[in-house]
């Protein structure tokens, strides 16, 4: 007799972790870790000294916050920066920059939607997020979801960066399974990052073959005027 699989809250919340670890290791190009422990919490909140909060809803709705210490935040922002290129004279130093706040809300976008891609693929399921809002901050600020949500849940798990800098992941969601009732094959996982090299690849051969084309005729028409 086949056992019945139920994925549970729990397993989402892990999920989640292992987004934001992949994530952020690959865009920083160093190590990041999540503690193999989850801790229950009251509720949800932004704290300082830098808060990152996005909202979800579909399949089941609820709320990421990730909040860093201002070492942290600067650490993420500036490997993130060297590993794209940018010489380190040119980078922030202080985590309340405008481009600190550009960089954690891209980087949190990528987390969240590299977790609904794995809730699609493992739960047969889709969720939706609004745009990430950041903001540095020097007080809590309490932070609930706005939704019909009966039985809300939340937890904390903790984050450490290379430089051992520390990070906090908070989820508030509604209590939830999913029991699976026939077999299916996940879907391969999407590389976006394969795929723009890709498509990349494909336009600058277009256009070597349109550059040799355009030489072609170009030497054809001189030959044309010259009566060869």
Same mark, same amino acid.
């Given at each position: /007799?086949?056992?019945?699989? %139920?994925?549970?809250? =729990?397993?989402i919340? +892990?999920?989640?972790?292992q987004? *934001?670890?992949? @994530? !952020?290791?690959?865009?920083?190009?160093?190590?990041?870790?999540?503690s193999?422990?989850?801790?229950?919490?009251t509720?949800?909140?932004?704290?300082?000294?830098?808060?990152?909060?996005?909202?979800?809803?579909?399949?089941?709705?609820?709320?990421v916050?990730?909040?860093?210490?201002?070492?942290?935040a600067?650490?993420?922002y500036?490997?993130? /920066?060297?590993?794209?290129? %940018?010489?380190?004279? =040119?980078?922030?130093? +202080?985590?309340?920059?405008?481009? *600190?706040?550009? @960089? !954690?809300g891209?980087?949190?976008?990528?987390?969240v939607g590299d977790?609904t891609?794995?809730?699609?693929?493992?739960?047969?399921?889709?969720?939706?997020?609004?745009?990430?809002?950041?903001?540095?901050?020097?007080?809590?600020?309490?932070?609930?979801?706005?939704?019909?949500?009966?039985?809300?849940?939340?937890?904390?798990?903790?984050?450490?960066?290379?430089d051992?800098? %520390?990070?906090?992941? =908070?989820?508030s969601?509604?209590?939830?399974?999913?029991?699976?009732?026939?077999?299916?094959?996940?879907?391969?996982?999407?590389?976006?990052?394969?795929?723009?090299?890709?498509e990349t690849?494909?336009?600058?051969?277009?256009?070597?073959?349109?550059s040799?084309?355009n030489?072609?005729?170009?030497?054809?028409s001189?030959?044309?005027?010259l009566?060869i």
């Amino acid at each position: /007799m086949r056992k019945t699989k %139920i994925v549970t809250s =729990e397993d989402i919340l +892990l999920k989640l972790c292992q987004s *934001v670890t992949a @994530v !952020l290791t690959k865009a920083t190009d160093s190590s990041v870790h999540h503690s193999a422990m989850v801790q229950k919490i009251t509720k949800t909140s932004l704290k300082p000294d830098f808060g990152c909060f996005v909202l979800f809803d579909g399949g089941f709705s609820g709320l990421v916050v990730i909040n860093f210490e201002a070492k942290a935040a600067l650490e993420l922002y500036q490997k993130y /920066m060297s590993h794209m290129g %940018i010489p380190q004279e =040119e980078l922030a130093t +202080l985590h309340t920059s405008d481009e *600190v706040a550009d @960089v !954690l809300g891209e980087l949190m976008n990528q987390i969240v939607g590299d977790f609904t891609g794995k809730v699609k693929r493992s739960l047969q399921t889709n969720i939706t997020q609004n745009q990430p809002k950041m903001m540095a901050i020097n007080k809590n600020i309490n932070v609930t979801v706005d939704s019909n949500i009966e039985r809300p849940q939340a937890r904390r798990v903790s984050f450490s960066t290379e430089d051992n800098n %520390i990070f906090y992941l =908070e989820l508030s969601m509604e209590r939830t399974e999913f029991i699976q009732l026939e077999e299916f094959e996940e879907g391969d996982e999407i590389n976006p990052d394969e795929i723009l090299e890709k498509e990349t690849a494909s336009k600058l051969e277009s256009s070597k073959k349109k550059s040799k084309a355009n030489a072609a005729e170009e030497a054809n028409s001189l030959m044309d005027d010259l009566g060869i």
